[in-house]
């Protein structure tokens, strides 16, 4: 669990009230190169006309962090090879997580790291919990969009590359941190996966609190949605199936790496599609799919459509090609090229992105759409790195 630093205890889980803003939070970490950096705007997943009416009203509200960042700096610029943080090297201690949000996750993180007899465990549930008690972040815990009937069902995971050790929660209601349940499923029972109503009952026998994790902003565009099916052009309540499949406005998982003398970990947090069918499940409580670590090879990380990475077994793909000697650039993009392949194959569509890093501190991140970023933090500071788009 995460230690409180003034009191030397467990932190306990509390309301959305905890989370500091962006700026507290890289403050707490290594100072950003130049000024606090911007943000750009967000992949457009607008396929259809439920996600055109989810922009028009969260783009206003949820994505209204975007512009707040966005005065405040440039958005992210190209390096001096795609994909990559820098030409300066590997580094062996490190975090690197995905999306503009990443920038104050990655801020708590490498305090975490920091700490004496720190292991990167530490460091991503403590950055992935500044994502999921940001109400800004509408892909990720409290302020996550809901599922088609209003409910915000969460999953996470976590995974130690030591051990291989892994927790994880599915379809969790009602529970701010579900990276911390899924932290102790690891460390307290004998499973890996608890899935709704069992996660729900492990979490309170834990002493975890209870809330509405439905803001207002989620629920007012939950509601507006609901209020278009059946219009015309919109998907109706006879294709349940279809309404899943096509609203999938936001992917933007948040998934962190965190690397220290060898040391690897992972956690992946997010509330999954918006609208999805009741009980749904993605690649990021998947081990495997949304995440794999092992300290004698690499980590990776996905984000993007989940189903896309469970067909691929996407990121232990990756870990596995590094293990027969290929670098994390080329991993990555073989696996990229197995989904682009299986999406053509029936007609499918949507984005997928993965950050590996290798046992020497290489890193890379790149998607098959444009957009994609990442967040990567060392001892000169934390950049906002434009992620390789695959051909």
Same mark, same amino acid.
């Given at each position: 669990m995460i230690e409180d630093s003034h009191a030397h205890r467990p932190l306990q889980p509390t309301g959305h009230g905890e989370c500091r803003s962006r700026r507290d939070v890289v403050d707490c970490g290594p100072r950003l190169k130049g000024q606090v950096v911007g943000s750009m705007k967000r992949r457009d997943f607008l396929h259809d006309a439920s996600g055109a009416l989810l922009a028009g009203c969260v783009g206003a509200g949820a994505l209204a962090g975007n512009a707040r960042a966005a005065a405040a700096g440039p958005a992210p610029q190209g390096e001096s090879e795609a994909g990559r943080p820098d030409a300066r090297g590997p580094r062996d201690r490190l975090v690197v997580s995905t999306w503009w949000f990443g920038v104050a996750a990655n801020g708590s993180a490498w305090e975490a790291l920091r700490r004496d007899g720190a292991h990167p465990l530490d460091a991503v549930e403590a950055g992935t919990r500044v994502a999921e008690a940001d109400p800004e972040v509408n892909s990720v815990g409290f302020g996550g969009l809901p599922n088609a009937e209003g409910v915000v069902q969460l999953d996470a995971s976590v995974m130690r590359g030591d051990t291989l050790g892994c927790g994880a929660v599915a379809a969790l209601e009602k529970v701010l941190h579900p990276i911390s349940v899924a932290r102790l499923v690891m460390e307290r029972t004998p499973h890996v996966l608890l899935v709704g109503p069992g996660a729900l009952a492990f979490a309170r026998a834990q002493g975890f609190e209870e809330q509405e994790l439905l803001s207002p902003k989620a629920r007012e565009a939950w509601e507006q949605w609901k +209020?278009?099916?059946?219009?015309? $052009? #919109?998907? $109706? /309540? #006879?294709? /349940? @199936?279809? =309404? +899943?499949?096509a609203s999938s406005l936001d992917h933007d998982t948040? $998934?962190? %790496? +965190?690397? &220290?003398?060898?040391? @690897? +970990?992972? #956690? =992946?947090?997010?509330?999954?599609? #918006?609208?999805?069918? /009741?009980?749904?499940?993605? &690649?990021? /409580? %998947?081990?495997?799919?949304g995440s794999y670590c092992d300290d004698l090879v690499g980590a990776a990380v996905s984000t993007g459509v989940g189903e896309e990475v469970i067909r691929t077994g996407g990121c232990v793909s990756i870990v596995e090609a590094m293990r027969r000697g290929l670098p994390p650039r080329r991993a990555s993009i073989d696996v990229l090229h197995r989904i682009r392949r299986a999406q053509g194959a029936l007609g499918r569509q949507g984005d997928v992105a993965f950050i590996a890093v290798s046992r020497g501190g290489e890193v890379w991140g790149g998607s098959l759409l444009p957009g994609f970023e990442y967040a990567y933090t060392d001892g000169d500071g934390t950049r906002r790195i434009q992620g390789e788009v695959v051909a």
């Amino acid at each position: 669990m995460i230690e409180d630093s003034h009191a030397h205890r467990p932190l306990q889980p509390t309301g959305h009230g905890e989370c500091r803003s962006r700026r507290d939070v890289v403050d707490c970490g290594p100072r950003l190169k130049g000024q606090v950096v911007g943000s750009m705007k967000r992949r457009d997943f607008l396929h259809d006309a439920s996600g055109a009416l989810l922009a028009g009203c969260v783009g206003a509200g949820a994505l209204a962090g975007n512009a707040r960042a966005a005065a405040a700096g440039p958005a992210p610029q190209g390096e001096s090879e795609a994909g990559r943080p820098d030409a300066r090297g590997p580094r062996d201690r490190l975090v690197v997580s995905t999306w503009w949000f990443g920038v104050a996750a990655n801020g708590s993180a490498w305090e975490a790291l920091r700490r004496d007899g720190a292991h990167p465990l530490d460091a991503v549930e403590a950055g992935t919990r500044v994502a999921e008690a940001d109400p800004e972040v509408n892909s990720v815990g409290f302020g996550g969009l809901p599922n088609a009937e209003g409910v915000v069902q969460l999953d996470a995971s976590v995974m130690r590359g030591d051990t291989l050790g892994c927790g994880a929660v599915a379809a969790l209601e009602k529970v701010l941190h579900p990276i911390s349940v899924a932290r102790l499923v690891m460390e307290r029972t004998p499973h890996v996966l608890l899935v709704g109503p069992g996660a729900l009952a492990f979490a309170r026998a834990q002493g975890f609190e209870e809330q509405e994790l439905l803001s207002p902003k989620a629920r007012e565009a939950w509601e507006q949605w609901k +209020a278009t099916r059946g219009q015309p $052009g #919109a998907r $109706g /309540p #006879a294709e /349940p @199936f279809e =309404v +899943a499949r096509a609203s999938s406005l936001d992917h933007d998982t948040i $998934g962190m %790496i +965190a690397l &220290d003398g060898g040391r @690897f +970990a992972t #956690a =992946v947090t997010t509330s999954g599609l #918006a609208w999805k069918l /009741p009980g749904r499940v993605g &690649d990021s /409580p %998947i081990i495997g799919a949304g995440s794999y670590c092992d300290d004698l090879v690499g980590a990776a990380v996905s984000t993007g459509v989940g189903e896309e990475v469970i067909r691929t077994g996407g990121c232990v793909s990756i870990v596995e090609a590094m293990r027969r000697g290929l670098p994390p650039r080329r991993a990555s993009i073989d696996v990229l090229h197995r989904i682009r392949r299986a999406q053509g194959a029936l007609g499918r569509q949507g984005d997928v992105a993965f950050i590996a890093v290798s046992r020497g501190g290489e890193v890379w991140g790149g998607s098959l759409l444009p957009g994609f970023e990442y967040a990567y933090t060392d001892g000169d500071g934390t950049r906002r790195i434009q992620g390789e788009v695959v051909a």
